[in-house]
Nanobody, 125 residues
Framework: QLQLVESGGGLVQAGGSLRLSCAAA????????MGWFRQAPGKEREFVAA????????YQTDSVKGRFTISKDNAKNTVYLQMNVLKQEDTAVYYC??????????????????WGQGTQVTVTS
C-alpha cells in the first residue's frame, strides 16, 4: 500500500507561483510513474504531469507546458510540481497519484492506482 500526502496548495494571484509536494509513505518502486492531476469544480479530473521514478523522464499536458515542472527527490520519496505564471483557469484541487503497474506514459485516471487526498490551489485575478 502506498500513501500519498500532498501539501503546498493555497491562494495566489495570477502570474504567481506555487510548489506542490507529494510525500509518499511506503516504497516507490523504480518502475512507478508518479503523476499530478487536477479537478476544477464541475469538471472531470484531468492529467497535469507525470514523471518516471527510475529515469526522471517526464511529460505534461499541453496547457501547462512551459509553466509547470514536475520533479522528484528519491531520498525524500517526494514528488514536486512547480507551478509558475499561474492563471485563473489553473484553479482546482490538485491530486498526486502513483501508477505502480507497468504502463506506457499513463495519462488517464484509470492508469493510476494510488491517490492522495488533494490540495486546493486557487488563483485570483
Amino acid at each position: 500500500q502506498l500513501q500519498l500526502v500532498e501539501s503546498g496548495g493555497g491562494l495566489v494571484q495570477a502570474g504567481g507561483s506555487l510548489r506542490l509536494s507529494c510525500a509518499a509513505a511506503g516504497r516507490i518502486g523504480s518502475r512507478y510513474t508518479m503523476g499530478w492531476f487536477r479537478q476544477a469544480p464541475g469538471k472531470e479530473r484531468e492529467f497535469v504531469a507525470a514523471i518516471n521514478w527510475s529515469d526522471a523522464s517526464s511529460y505534461q499536458t499541453d496547457s501547462v507546458k512551459g509553466r509547470f515542472t514536475i520533479s522528484k527527490d528519491n531520498a525524500k520519496n517526494t514528488v514536486y510540481l512547480q507551478m509558475n505564471v499561474l492563471k485563473q483557469e489553473d484553479t482546482a484541487v490538485y491530486y498526486c497519484a502513483a501508477s505502480v503497474f507497468p504502463r506506457t506514459w499513463p495519462r488517464s485516471v484509470s492508469g493510476f492506482d494510488f491517490w492522495g487526498q488533494g490540495t486546493q490551489v486557487t488563483v485570483t485575478s
